[in-house]
């Protein structure tokens, strides 16, 4: 059977390669680590994930989680691996990032179908059928050569990593265990308080930190959903307490509602590690640490890994691409994963499954699929490859599924009608698929 060439092995990439080796195509899967590394990467392992441990919320009521179970129907290699990885994170899908990525590393080593090549592609194969996957971190030689090939320059914008802590070097007494509204297990996460005197005293000395200084030619564009905090902290004294310090569904032991909470996340099964939610950050290394001990429970804090930032890159896909994530200038070229302009690890993993799944029906002649609008995988492709104007990163969320003919006024059982649908739309679409080609094929 014909082959495919795949370039990147993150998430989306490794997808894309599983759903093809699946189907009986051979897979040539380019990674260009350990030979050359990226600004975030620290291992050569497949699917690394950089910025947090968790895949965001199972709740079927929200984006991240409704895309999560139509990914389970479509055989999701990612979620396949975020079982055996499991780790507690209240109503989020936790993972041990190391368990996580040698999982997805090993299924693919030992693909019968896929051979691995650990080269940098500095050039996009223009006649064979090729996923590029490389993500937001594409090398500048390749990056050039997507630019010449696409016709459009580039966007780009900054992302942030959230630092890591050891769990012993935790202050347990300035805080408490619980997840926000009682979901999910009583200790998934570690709520550190503040007082408004010790908040206050974070802040301002937040706002005086050095930052990370970017290059003369590159300009700041921060993605709205990873923004680091101290540029949240520059909008005002209580930006923060809206955002990644907010104490709202978070009552201490003896019923109080703090002044402001930092959360400490699992990091790993042994929870050994911690991570800070929605800490991403652009501050000097020995400014974190600094900043960051004046918060009550780290005053004693052994970092891990500080935070960091580093530039992410992504096409005008509304621009360049088709719904079926292919090229509409050149048919046999697809993108998948960050560099499309979806924004999160389902919704790059997403974009593999459906690049793999078309490049798979292209190679055997067969009609590509766009997926219905009413399940949240097609509204989202849909949003990338046809909005108006710029595109700027998008993530999974609820509000880009059709609304109802009649209006739902309750938001709670609109959301839970909304997740009803698409997973209906889904399922009924992939019976009717299979239906179709058990005809043709017999």
Known sequence: MEGVIVIGAGLAGSEAAYRLAQEGFQVVLYEMRPKRQT???????????VCSNTLGSMEITSGSGLLKAEMELLGS?????????????????????????EYITQKLLNHPNIQVVREEV???????????ATGPLTSEELSEDIKELIGQDYL?????????????????????????????????????????????LFYEELLKTQKVVPKDFEKAVY???????????????????????KPV???????????????????????????????????TYSEQKRVLRLIPCLRNAVFVRLGSMHRNTFIQSNKVLTP???????????????ITGVEGYAASAATGIVAGINAGRLLRGERLLRFPEETLIGALINYITSKEGQLQPMSPVMGLLPSFEEKVRDKALRKKLLAERSLRVLKSFLMELSLSEKEVKY
């Open 39 to 49: 600004p975030a990467h620290k291992t050569d392992k497949f699917a690394e994930l």
């Open 77 to 101: 290699l990612t979620l396949s691996a975020g079982k055996h990885a499991y780790v507690p994170a209240g109503s989020a899908l936790g993972v041990d990032r190391n368990i996580f990525s």
């Open 122 to 132: 500095k050039k996009v194969p223009r006649d064979e059928v090729v996923i590029v």
């Open 156 to 200: 780009y914008f900054y992302d942030a990593v959230s630092p890591i802590v050891e769990a012993e070097s935790v202050d347990f007494t300035k805080g408490f265990w619980g997840s926000r509204y009682g979901k999910g297990g009583e200790e998934d996460y570690f709520n550190c308080t503040l007082t408004q005197e010790e908040y206050k």
């Open 223 to 245: 993605f709205e959903g990873c923004m680091p905090i101290e540029e949240l902290a520059r909008r005002g004294f209580k930006t923060l307490l809206f955002g990644p310090m």
């Open 249 to 283: 569904g978070l009552k201490t032991p003896d019923g109080k509602t703090p002044f402001a909470v930092l959360q400490l996340r699992k990091e790993n099964k042994e929870g050994t590690l911690l991570s800070l939610v929605g800490f991403q950050t652009q501050m």
């Open 324 to 338: 079926f994530l292919n090229m509409r200038k050149m048919e046999n070229v697809f993108f998948a994963g960050q």
